[in-house]
């Protein structure tokens, strides 16, 4: 066997860079994606995950999708717990319902979720993907113009920050950071950081005659 295709020496993909590269991609996905423990304990949370909560990646790590989601069956709950107990694997699908913040509107969709691993005698890891059965409508007021961690990225680009920069502030990676820019794109129907800042200003997002700029008192 190729020794690269079997993770020797010449293997681009052994130990950290691998993880490098896993952590890279899963950043990059748009889908709402977190890797947990089978007790449900989020090990690692992509930028759509944490954007449904309003929140920086690492901040749901620790955190249980018990706590974070609410099913609409506990049948489909049991029915997972049930199967990872007697070591089968396959897709299982758990509908949900959570808050996007403290007071935002209630959503639902569905998680599917994957138990990963090679079958052993121990618990694999869950891998659970999201599916949002509706998108919220573009918010009128300011202060569900844009969700918190969005915010402090806009007053930082405001303040002409680099991409780099507002990420090492916030605990985001560069893709991380573009996911939220892109993201506020598409929701406001506007192109570019200057377009992107203007518009935060417009909408009242950002506190006017501040500087440096910060997030208006209504928006967070």
Known sequence: MDETMAGGPAGPY????????????????????????AHGEVLIANPAMAAEWGAAPGRLRGRNLLDLFRP??????????????????????????????????????????????????????????????????????????????????????????????????????????NYHLTRLSRRWRVQGRAALVAKAYVLGVLAPGVWPPAPAANAE
């Open 72 to 177: 609409r069956s506990q049948a489909q709950v049991d029915r997972l717990v049930d199967a990872l107990r007697q070591g089968r694997r396959s897709r299982y699908p758990v509908g949900v319902r959570w808050r996007v913040g403290a007071v935002g509107a209630e959503r639902e969709g569905e998680l599917t979720v994957d138990p990963v691993g090679d079958p052993s005698e121990h618990l694999p890891a869950l891998l659970a993907l999201l599916r949002v059965h509706d998108d919220p409508p573009a918010p009128a007021p300011a202060r569900a113009a844009a969700n918190p961690v969005e915010t402090r990225i806009l007053a930082l680009a405001a303040s002409g920050a680099t991409t780099a920069a507002i990420g090492s502030r916030l605990g985001l990676t560069v893709d991380g950071v």
């Open 14 to 37: 052994e130990g950290g860079s691998w993880h490098n590269h896993f952590l890279i991609l899963l950043d990059r996905i748009p889908v709402p994606v977190a890797v947990c423990t």
